[in-house]
């Protein structure tokens, strides 16, 4: 690919994501470093294809986040107080838009529990998705939740009733993004711990 058209390819690719959290309220200026970085990490290492980027709650709420992602039935919605949720692991992640890289939804994992997902994850330098992450993977690719249901084993979220730490998930139900909550050795051949490669910030 010559560099005028990788150059196209790559901004095409960035804009159709930033053009819907444009209606969602991000302004352009708060794009244009990531859209740089776009730019910069394809040259670098070919990952031209394979970005997603971040919204922090910071910016726009769980609750207006889930709300905008529509699978034909209706807006998403989540019973469960966010408030509840917490990413683990030690990664840190910035309170304003970032990207990552290497994006895989799930399919690979699908009928392995979030807990072994993980260990196997770790192996090869991956990190499994957390909430935030997930959703704006399916507010760019509703898509993925027409193939399988996703676990989210980068959050944990402490159930109201036990006090236990259980694992987030995002599921389709009637045409609909729901979510609830698993322990981490839950196992179904339908449900796939989404993944990523790294961060990259501004």
Same mark, same amino acid.
Not at 54 to 83: E, M, N, T, W
Not at 93 to 114: K, Q, R
Not at 142 to 154: D, F, I, M, T
């Given at each position: ?18 053009? &819907?959290?444009?209606?969602? !309220?991000?302004? %352009?200026? +708060? ?5 740089? *970085? /776009? ?66 939804? &799930?399919?690979?994992?699908? !009928?392995?529990? %979030?807990? +072994? ?5 770790? *192996? /090869? ?66 449900? &796939?711990?989404?993944?990523? !490669? ?5």
């Amino acid at each position: 690919m010559k560099h005028s058209e990788e150059r196209r390819f790559l901004f095409r690719a960035f804009d159709n994501q930033a053009e &819907g959290l444009g209606r969602r !309220g991000i302004r %352009p200026m +708060e794009l244009k470093s990531l859209r740089q *970085k /776009v730019l910069d990490m394809g040259r670098a290492d070919g990952s031209i294809n394979s970005y997603l980027i971040v919204v922090p709650f910071s910016l726009i709420p769980f609750k207006r986040q889930i709300s905008a992602i529509d699978l034909g039935g209706g807006k998403g919605y989540a019973y469960l107080d966010p408030s509840l949720i917490r990413d683990v692991g030690k990664t840190k992640f910035p309170d304003t838009l970032y990207l990552l890289t290497s994006i895989e939804d &799930g399919a690979v994992t699908c !009928g392995t529990s %979030p807990e +072994e997902a993980t260990r196997s994850l770790r *192996k /090869v330098k991956r990190r499994p998705m957390t909430v935030n992450h997930a959703l704006a993977m399916l507010l760019q690719w509703p898509e993925v939740l027409w193939r399988h249901n996703v676990h989210l084993s980068g959050s944990r979220i402490q159930d109201e009733r036990t006090g236990r730490l259980l694992v987030p998930d995002f599921y389709r139900y009637a045409a609909r993004l729901k979510m609830k909550q698993d322990p981490a050795n839950a196992t179904d051949e339908n449900w &796939g711990t989404p993944s990523y !490669g790294r961060v990259v910030v501004p």
